[in-house]
C-alpha cells in the first residue's frame, strides 16, 4: 500500500529556513516521480519541485532559487529545503507520488510564515 508522511511544517518568521520531509512506502524505487507542492488558502494547488526515478530534478519557474529538493533512497524519504521565506510561502505543502499513471498524496504539512 502507498503511503507518504510529510512532516517537518512549523510557524517560522520571515526569512527563516524549514526543511520537510516526506516518508514514502512501500520503497521509494517504486515511484516512478516524487514531489512537492503547495495550496495556499483560496488558491489552487502548484507544484514546486518533481525527482524522477532516475534522479533528475526539476522546479517550478517560480521556484527555483529558494527551493532545494533532495532524495535520500537508505531512507526512503524525500526533502524540500526552503530558504528566505516569505509570508507568501505561507500553504500546506504537499507529497506527491506518481506509479504506472496513478498519483498519490500525502496528508499535508502546514507552514505559516510571519511577517
Known amino acids: 500500500q502507498v503511503q507518504l508522511v510529510e512532516s517537518g511544517g512549523g510557524l517560522v518568521h520571515t526569512g527563516g529556513s524549514l526543511r520537510l520531509s516526506c516518508a514514502v512506502s512501500?520503497?521509494?524505487?517504486?515511484?516512478?516521480?516524487l514531489g512537492w507542492f503547495r495550496q495556499a488558502a483560496g488558491k489552487q494547488r502548484e507544484e514546486v519541485a518533481t525527482?524522477?526515478?532516475?534522479?533528475?530534478?526539476s522546479y517550478a519557474d517560480s521556484m527555483e532559487g529558494r527551493f532545494t529538493l533532495s532524495r535520500d533512497v537508505t531512507k526512503n524519504s524525500v526533502y524540500l529545503q526552503i530558504n528566505s521565506l516569505r509570508p507568501e510561502g505561507t500553504a500546506d505543502y504537499y507529497c506527491?507520488?506518481?506509479?504506472?499513471?496513478?498519483?498519490?498524496w500525502g496528508q499535508g504539512t502546514q507552514v505559516t510564515v510571519s511577517s
Open positions: 512501500p520503497n521509494i524505487f517504486e515511484f516512478n516521480t
Open positions: 525527482i524522477t526515478l532516475g534522479g533528475r530534478i
Open positions: 506527491e507520488a506518481t506509479i504506472r499513471s496513478r498519483t498519490y
